[in-house]
């Protein structure tokens, strides 16, 4: 073996053949004699192993090294490797002077790297388990037995007859192995009906071809023959249809004559002929001369006019000897040929005039000459008799037949998708799968029966040996690989292709569908070159092109066609090529790079390239939160940190970590609100790296974000010790952005507390700097997921409304509302939003309260904004209360805000909240409850500090303590209420508390 081949992965049948006993021979034989049977006994083997497709990759003393399925797979090695077998096991030795001489055979098939392996001195060989099982199956197998791995019986299953000798003991495996002897060929089986037909699935689709089947049967009936040619790729199912044909359509009376033209006989003239009739006259090798003419004559009906000529015709064709009965033919070969043709038609003819006649001819891609040329003749005869012929073959058959109006051809589609599906169904038989996985396994089938069958059954079958319970889990999604049954068939469409099968394998690192300039630059060969392999790849049915305006795209046509190229490569190889594809992509298409960052960190994960992979999980996710793709914008960030799990540790890799966490805390607080636990989380790994990393400049933005966290959570002593950290770390720095988020969250803690003026003093500190440092906007609005001046807006709005200046506090929150317009952040804005609703029903203004937090709500709705339904919610409903409004709805609406913002994990805004329902109550007279809810409400912000409402709360308790008659109490609580808003500057609340008081007094 001179030829240079690159090694690569690919299923193998592998056959080792041995000597039995050949010291006896050795003893009885003269060194030179020995030498030269063992030289014809190679000799034999290599030439059966060559007829049957396999080369011979070794010869060691007298053992016989074959492999089946390369260099270029056959969709039936493993069928091949059998039949050479048993071809060398049925050798008459002693032509060669070794009557004595016995074989033993041992075959296997699985998955091997196979090619010039340097561990082999560059030498043709194959490492894989496959190869060992073979040879241990051999040792085991007795003089003369050829004995297959289970592997090999499942992908010729049905062509042969075994035995099972049960699970085997072999040195080097750990588990017992099946193994099984080949007893011989089963003679009276098509390919459709040994292989498939054993678990055939309902029938699905094809109506219209079987109506037009159905049409074409009666008018044959009715003595128009007809011939039709049915044609598609492979598995898309023209044997089906034959098979529907004969068993539903046609009348179960009438005969039906099958021909398969197989892949192993297409050199052997009219070999399908003589296999049907050695089949229907029952001819078996034990049948002596006599026997057999007797079942010949059988054959041949009386009503035949030349019945003498006829039976010696068909005798020779089957090599039966027929001499003694009936005068030699003597004709020149060409002669009897024609003769031959002439009487088979004769005898279709007879046939037909005692019944209409089916007549199918099966696969003709592989049809001999001769039979060619006799379906030529039928289709011409078979116009004036009742006779329907059905023929079936590949698309790269091309028939040479002149068009005819009784001739047919059918071009049988793939399913429809909804058919997959509902096939897919089928073939579950009640085992739950998930509906994920029957959508994968129609995505990579493209509606082939074939593939649908073998890949479901593969992914139920793994699904069920790891789950034990029969029930299709994540297993079989994860094991959603090609079949075995039907790897060497995907990949003899790719071997036949020669050199244009690099550019599929290249292509297929790529993906399914591809432009050409990415493959020219990542392929590096020749225009031309790459140009005329595309061309054969489409040519050849692998490809499709598809010209979208201006660019050149291809695609596989088959999803497992270019898992079958992917899988061909190397580990290696793989992985290299996959970094030159995302190489390109950063370089060359950065567009592309941009638009589709999580292709380029599949293709960066895939060349174990794991920080640049994490660089673009990402941006992929931020990509995504920005298209509100949130849950893949959280399973992006999640595979970011699961490959950074497996890595080495390096700064340069905590501070990747750290960018995802606090990436994924930014869209967390989107997606569930700031005040989930994930959020928090995320944000407090995140702070824990920065303090691993000690200087990490990402700290601002990670303290801020948490700061958000705990105030809605309304730890008011963590965010004051980070707005702390803050404002003393930013000291240190140039940098504006820091020192106003210590301000803003200090102002936003105290304004929560209750302490309006300190509050107020932070705030507008921190908005002034924000006004000065104009430069470095954009940066913030990415790192502080929310606007700074938007946010100090907010809290500065509802201090000043607290402190009795409602309408500056209006002019803040809409100025703030208009500024997260400006800025465009869906999120931003509804927090303005509902603030602003919150400013003008703490203000009074409950017509604009009610419009403004109708808005936020429908905003929070649309969005999925969680942190803002609940409390959008209970604002609008507490401004219908206050515009009179009480209703059971409204009351409602109440619960139901309360139950949102409950649900988030918010602890902040929660007395306010309650406090509206409390209020409602009152209004609708249910005093004692709504004094339950303000118990509820003053525990709460007596255990948080969070003090800013409860002067209103108290407010709200006399309301309902007046409505049970209890004046002292109402007092009590009121006078309380204007002493805790007098110190809190809220004059707001004091001047409501001062009134009610006055009106109380002097009821
Ligand atoms: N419409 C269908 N409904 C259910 N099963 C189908 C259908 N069509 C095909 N099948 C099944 O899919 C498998 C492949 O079909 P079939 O063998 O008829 O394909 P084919 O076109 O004859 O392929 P080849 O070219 O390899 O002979 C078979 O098991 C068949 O029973
Ligand atoms: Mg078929």
């Given at each position: ?20 006993a ?13 030498a030269?049977?063992i030289?014809a ?10 007829a049957?497709g396999?080369?011979?990759?070794r010869?060691?003393g ?10 270029r ?36 098939t699985?998955l ?6 340097p ?12 190869l060992?099982l073979?040879a ?5 197998a007795?003089?003369?037995?050829v ?29 017992p ?9 089963r ?6 009906h ?17 109506e037009t ?26 044997s ?16 039906r ?21 050695a ?5 078996t ?13 059988r ?6 006019p ?13 090599s039966?000897r ?24 004769q ?41 329907l012929a059905?023929?079936t073959a ?11 109006a ?7 589609a793939p ?16 085992k ?14 493209d ?50 292709l ?9 292509a ?9 300039e ?11 070159d ?24 291809y ?5 497992l ?9 190397l580990?290696?190889?793989q992985a ?7 190489q ?7 567009e ?6 999580e ?31 949130f ?14 799990a ?26 569930r ?8 989380r995320?944000?407090?790994a ?32 963590k965010c004051?010790?980070?707005a ?9 720095q ?41 430069t ?9 997921v929310?606007?700074?001046k938007?946010?100090?807006l ?8 607290l402190?009795?200046?409602i309408?500056?506090?209006?002019r ?16 931003t ?9 919150a ?10 309260a009610?419009a ?7 905003a ?22 206050g515009?009179?409004?009480?209703g ?22 929660q ?21 339950g809810?303000?118990?509820?409400a ?6 948080t500090?969070e ?12 309301e309902a303590?007046a ?36 009106r109380?007094?002097?009821?």
């Amino acid at each position: 073996m001179t030829d240079i081949r690159p090694a690569e992965r690919r299923q193998l049948t592998v056959m080792l053949c041995d000597m039995v006993a050949s010291t006896a021979l050795s003893l009885r034989l003269d060194p030179e004699e020995l030498a030269d049977v063992i030289q014809a006994y190679r000799q034999r083997c290599a030439d059966v192993v060559t007829a049957h497709g396999g080369i011979v990759a070794r010869q060691i003393g007298d053992a016989v090294l074959a492999y089946f399925g390369y260099p270029r797979a056959h969709e039936n090695d493993a069928e091949r490797a059998i039949r050479a077998a048993l071809a060398i096991a049925d050798t008459q030795w002693q032509a060669i002077g070794a009557a004595d001489l016995r074989v033993h055979i041992g075959i296997a098939t699985g998955l091997v790297v196979v090619g010039n392996l340097p561990q082999a001195g560059e030498e043709l060989s194959a490492i894989g388990s496959a190869l060992n099982l073979a040879a241990r199956l051999e040792a085991l197998a007795e003089p003369g037995m050829v004995v297959v791995a289970e592997q090999t019986r499942r992908l010729s299953r049905g062509l042969f007859e075994y035995r099972d000798l049960g699970p085997q003991e072999l040195k080097g495996f750990d588990q017992p192995v099946p193994a099984w002897q080949v007893i011989g060929e089963r003679r009276n089986r098509s390919r459709f009906h040994a292989l498939r037909a054993a678990e055939l699935t309902p029938l699905v689709d094809r109506q219209s071809e079987v109506e037009t089947l159905e049409r074409l049967w009666e008018d044959a009936r009715a003595g128009r023959g007809q011939a039709v040619l049915l044609s598609s790729e492979p598995g898309v199912g023209k044997s089906r249809l034959a098979q529907v044909l004969a068993k539903r359509i046609v009348d179960r009376r009438c005969l039906r004559l099958w021909y398969h033209c197989t892949p192993n006989l297409q050199g052997s003239p009219l070999a399908p002929l003589v296999r049907q009739l050695a089949l229907a006259a029952a001819i078996t090798p034990e049948d002596d001369d006599e026997a057999k003419l007797a079942k010949v004559e059988r054959l041949v009906p009386e009503a035949m006019p030349n019945r003498a000529e006829t039976v010696p015709l068909l005798a020779d064709l089957l090599s039966v000897r027929y001499q003694g009965r009936y005068p030699p033919l003597g004709m020149s070969l060409q002669r009897q040929k024609q003769q031959l043709f002439h009487e088979l038609m004769q005898l279709v003819a007879v046939y037909a005039a005692r019944s209409p006649v089916l007549l199918v001819v099966e696969d003709l891609h592989w049809i001999d000459p001769s039979s060619d040329e006799l379906v030529g003749i039928l289709i011409d005869r078979l116009r004036t008799l009742p006779v329907l012929a059905l023929f079936t073959a590949r698309t790269e058959f091309q028939a040479h037949w002149d068009a005819n109006a009784h001739l047919h051809p059918i071009a049988l589609a793939p399913l429809e998708r909804r058919d997959s599906i509902a096939m897919i169904g089928l073939l579950c038989e009640g085992k739950r799968i998930p509906a994920s996985m029957v959508d994968q396994i129609a995505d990579k089938t493209d509606g082939l029966p074939l593939f649908i069958e073998d890949l479901t059954r593969d992914v139920l079958e793994s699904a069920g040996a790891s789950a034990g319970d029969g029930d299709a889990t994540n297993a079989g999604l994860a094991a959603m690989t090609i079949p075995a049954t039907l790897n060497d068939s995907l990949m003899s469409r790719l071997d036949r292709l020669g050199s244009a099968k690099t550019v599929a394998e290249i292509a297929s690192v790529i993906g399914r569908e591809f432009s050409y300039e990415l493959l020219a630059r990542t392929a590096n060969m020749p225009e031309d070159d790459l140009r005329e392999e595309l061309y054969r790849l489409v040519d050849a049915g692998l490809l499709v092109s598809r010209r979208s305006s201006a660019v050149l795209g291809y695609a596989f046509k088959h999803a497992l066609v270019r898992d079958a190229a992917y899988a061909n490569l190397l580990r290696k190889k793989q992985a290299a090529l996959h970094a030159r594809v995302a190489q390109v992509l950063v370089e060359e298409f950065p567009e592309t790079a941009d638009e589709q960052p999580e292709l380029v960190a599949h293709h960066f994960q895939a060349a174990n390239d794991v920080d640049n992979a994490v660089a673009f999980l990402v941006k992929a996710a931020k990509l995504s939160a920005r298209r509100s793709g949130f849950a893949e914008s959280i399973s992006q960030l999640g595979a970011a940190l699961a490959l950074l799990a497996v890595q080495p540790k390096s700064r340069d890799r905590l501070r990747l970590a750290l960018i995802v966490h606090r990436t994924l805390g930014g869209i967390y607080a989107e997606y569930r609100g700031f005040s989930s636990a994930e959020c928090g989380r995320a944000y407090n790994a995140a702070l824990d790296l920065c303090r691993e990393l000690g200087d990490a400049p990402e700290i601002f933005s990670v303290l801020s974000g948490l700061g958000s966290f705990e105030i809605t959570r309304a730890a008011f002593a963590k965010c004051e010790a980070l707005a702390e950290e803050c404002l003393s770390r930013a000291a240190a720095q140039q940098a504006k952005p820091p020192f106003i988020m210590g301000h803003l969250l200090l102002g936003g803690t105290l304004f929560l507390k209750g302490e309006l003026a300190a509050a107020r003093e932070h705030l507008e500190e921190g908005l002034r700097i924000y006004e000065q440092d104009q430069t470095a906007r954009r940066a913030r609005q990415v790192l502080y997921v929310q606007d700074q001046k938007s946010t100090g807006l907010c809290y500065l709005a509802l201090s000043l409304t607290l402190m009795g200046r409602i309408d500056d506090g209006v002019r803040a929150a809409e100025e703030g509302l208009r500024h997260s317009r400006a800025l465009g952040g869906l999120h931003t804005i509804n927090f303005s939003l509902c603030y602003l609703a919150a400013v003008h029903l703490i203000g009074g203004n409950f017509a604009a309260a009610v419009a403004c937090a109708a808005q936020s709500l429908e905003a929070a709705r649309e969005q999925r904004f969680a942190t803002w339904v609940g409390i959008s919610e209970a604002i609008r409903c507490g401004a219908l209360v206050g515009s009179g409004d009480h209703g059971a709805d409204v009351l409602a609406g109440l619960t139901r805000g309360i139950e949102g913002h409950t649900e988030i994990g918010a602890v902040a805004y929660q007395p306010f909240v309650r406090a509206q329902l409390a209020k409602g109550l009152i209004e609708a007279g249910r005093g004692e409850e709504a004094v339950g809810a303000l118990a509820q409400a003053l525990t709460q912000s007596e255990a948080t500090g969070e003090r800013f409402y409860a002067a209103e709360i108290m407010r709200f308790q006399a309301e309902a303590l007046a409505l049970r008659n209890d004046v002292t109490g109402a007092e009590r609580s009121l006078r309380e209420a204007i002493e805790l808003a007098r110190r809190q500057k809220a004059q707001l609340f004091e001047l409501r508390s001062a009134d009610a008081l006055r009106r109380l007094v002097n009821a």
